[in-house]
């Protein structure tokens, strides 16, 4: 909490800066690593579904970040991720699927904005956390 009170405002407004390179470094890795994820509902709701939801997502989960780092406010980033997961599981996504596009987003992260080695660690220690959500979200839905 302390790193969130002192570095997460300044953070969320660095990752801002670079939103559109991490979202769609995160987007083109979803479009080509999951192409069929998803086939069955967007022959229902039209071709276009696809695209747009592999867009929408790592938006999403980059405002929600944004949200926790600048209100220092985790436990709205943890609520959030909890409902996405259970409703995503519910329509086919896995958690592999989840996860991989958590990493995905912190590994732009990584590359597109320049952060200290502290608050790399700090964003890492966020990752792991919201990576050990998907997990235990995942465990607790399986039959």
Known sequence: ??????????IAQALDQHREAICSAVNNRL????AG???????RHGGQYHQV????????????LLVALALQAPS???REIEWSVRLLLRHGVTQHHIQSM???YFEAVRREVALDEHDRD???????AILATVYAIG???EP
């Open 102 to 104: 958590v990493r995905w």
């Open 76 to 78: 709205v980033l943890q």
């Open 53 to 64: 939801t592999f867009s929408r997502t790592p938006r999403r989960l980059h405002q929600l």
């Open 37 to 43: 994820l998803l086939a069955n509902i967007e022959s």
């Open 122 to 128: 700090n964003l890492a220690a966020l990752e792991e």
């Open 1 to 10: 909490m302390t790193w969130l009170s002192s570095r997460g405002p300044e």
């Open 31 to 34: 479009m080509s690593t999951f």
């Open 139 to 141: 465990d607790e839905t």
